[in-house]
């Protein structure tokens, strides 16, 4: 039984206060994010970082949805979600699989998104917005975007090589607490 | 006109629409998965109602918290209520949520209508 140890010292090591692995629907979404709210209403959070790693809780923990819809095993539906704690931030972190065939096309994305300011950000917000028709699954292109805007820092990613198909895709977001 | 009378959830807004009392109004979280399917029906009654609108119509949002599939569709419901003849959007923010005012600001920016901001 040593991996129960190893498992709660990996998350303390890394300051983790919670962490979700397994399947992912709306159900588990308002679950994660009410424990996630009790978390943060207990350690007594300002009011405006609570309702960002909220606001990115949300767009992250629905991104898995949608995405986990498309995958076909369900080995490969599984997911990670992870809150860290540190002095000066809080960094949500999610980790699903993706075909490698897809790797390309997210990746433009979320490097455009890296290129751009505040300003541009707000731009290419507003563009998706008005001109972005809702996928059938829902989600209208909006989501990284929104996330680093509320972040206000560089979105963070990398791509593991699994097999010829899939990659393990992570993903994190910094929301800084100190930013006053 | 029946009015609309949806009570909010942990992921769904509170949603009145009622003519005949002049109250039109969204409140709470907007977190659902699918939004477009949760907004048809609001999106139906407002499409109903412009064709046989009140004199006066204040469109009420306080939102605490909205994703981004519930940013399109609100963008849509304004996009509704844009053509009806004095229509005025209220839009409250939580003082200091400065994310959430910005999100006002810029749905101004993409609809003709008047807004008026406030706190609470």
């Known amino acids: 039984m040593k991996h129960v140890y190893l498992i709660h010292k990996t998350m303390s090591e890394h300051n983790l206060i919670l962490v979700y692995e397994g399947e992912f629907t709306q159900e588990i979404t308002k679950s994660v994010l ?33 995405h986990a819809d498309s995958m076909k095993r369900e080995e490969e539906r599984r997911a990670i979600f992870m809150i860290g704690k540190e002095n000066d931030s809080y960094e949500i972190t999610s980790g699903n699989y993706i075909l490698n065939t897809s790797i390309e096309g997210l990746k433009a994305k979320l490097e455009q998104i890296n290129n751009l300011d505040k300003e541009g950000l707000k731009t290419l917000y507003k563009d998706l917005i008005k001109t972005s028709e809702l996928s059938e699954k829902g989600g209208a292109g909006l989501g990284f975007v929104d996330i680093a805007r509320k972040s206000g820092q560089k979105l963070e990613f990398d791509f593991e090589p699994v097999n010829d198909e899939n990659s393990f895709f992570s993903f994190k977001t910094k929301i800084i607490r100190s930013n006053d | 006109m029946k009015a609309i009378e949806i009570k909010g959830t942990e992921d769904t807004p509170t949603i009145l629409l009622d003519k005949a009392a002049g109250t039109f109004e969204l409140s709470g979280r907007s977190l659902p998965e ?29 939102l605490e918290y909205f994703n981004t599939a519930s940013s399109k569709l609100l963008l849509d419901v304004l996009g509704k209520v844009e053509p009806i003849q004095g229509v005025k959007v209220t839009w409250y923010y939580f003082s200091g949520d400065d994310d959430m005012q910005e999100a006002g600001e810029e749905f101004a920016e993409l609809i003709e209508v008047p807004f008026e901001f406030k706190t609470y």
């Not at chain 1, 007594?44 to 898995?64: A, D, P, S, T």
């Not at chain 2, 699918?34 to 009140?54: C, S």
């Not at chain 2, 006066?56 to 306080?62: G, P």
Request: proline share 5%; with cysteine; net charge negative.
């Open chain 1, 34 to 66: 009410s424990m996630a709210e009790k978390n943060l209403d207990s350690i007594g959070e300002e009011q405006n970082i609570k309702r960002k790693v909220f606001n990115v809780m949300v767009e992250c923990l629905q991104n898995i949805c949608k």
């Open chain 2, 34 to 62: 699918d939004a477009a399917e949760f907004y048809h029906p609001v999106l139906q009654w407002l499409t109903e109602y412009a064709t046989n609108p009140n004199p006066a119509t204040e469109l009420t949002i306080k």
